[in-house]
């Protein structure tokens, strides 16, 4: 009888030692935060989606049926028609990707960018991030929308492909607001001895700034990529919606509302209901998953 016991300890070691530490996290993001798990259900939802958009649509997005306009929602087009008799599911669906596509490359790109020019700020100091952060301050006094429109009139002369311009509008306002959050932590991490010693070893400042001090503020840098995805969804939308973004034929949720928001408001509805409620949902799902993952990194809320 008492060895039962210790054999119960010995496989509970067991099985600790096997998680990893992600595994860990994803077992405590789900337990304690289960908004932030049907977040991350939402977002995965999209993802399978946008990926497999051609085997999961059933219609082709870009097609017109100008026999079947205004349909409302039937057994054969789910979500109804819009006024050119293209299916609105597919279009949501293909919409998925265009939103994934842009969201994810400009989240990643500015926050990585934020991420080099934080911790470079914080290592050296001195007339270097003073110039920097003054710099980073009058980009992040604009709001996010008005400096994406700023970019698109700036550099819309430059670069040909619609995709590519508001990747870049996009990708630029989010530059600051990472760089700032980063250099608060890489701060704290300058004044840790290991990076003097690397100092004293003769390593180069690259080095140092790559090697020893980027990987210790990689939590708040993966926070930022999930909360700038949402941001930059709703950033593509809005400026799809206003003419600036993405063009057709490629499908856009911001497209679809342009088409339909207003026009066809009373006499064909789901035409805006659909893909607002596709906006909506997108955001929502990688702001809670965001959050959740912000709580489940952070020593100090996990406490808690």
Known sequence: ?????????????????????????LGDLIRRKPLGAAGGVIVIVMVVSGVFAPL???????????????????LTNWLGTDQFGRDILSRIIYGARTALLIGFISSFVGATTGLVLGVASAYFGGLFDLILQR???????FPLIILALSMIAILGPLVEND???????????????????????????????????????????????????TPNVMAPFLIMITAFV??????EASLSYLGLGVQEPIPAWGLMLQGGAEEYAESAPWIAVFPGLAITLAVFGFNLFGDALRDTLDPKLRSQ
């Open 1 to 25: 009888m008492a060895e039962t016991p210790q054999i119960e300890i010995e496989s509970q070691l067991e099985d600790l030692a096997e998680r990893t530490p992600w595994t860990a996290v």
């Open 230 to 235: 949402g941001q930059a969804i709703l950033l």
């Open 163 to 213: 995709v590519i311009l508001v990747i870049l509008a996009i990708t630029i306002p989010f530059v600051p607001r990472c760089a700032r959050v980063v250099r608060s932590s890489a701060l704290a991490i300058r004044e840790i001895p290991y990076v003097d010693a690397a100092r004293a070893c003769g390593f180069s400042h690259i080095r140092i700034i790559l090697r020893h001090m």
């Open 56 to 74: 999961i649509a059933p219609f082709d997005p870009i097609v017109n049926d100008y026999s079947n306009p205004h349909n409302a929602p039937n």
């Open 135 to 141: 710099i980073m301050d009058i980009l992040m006094a």
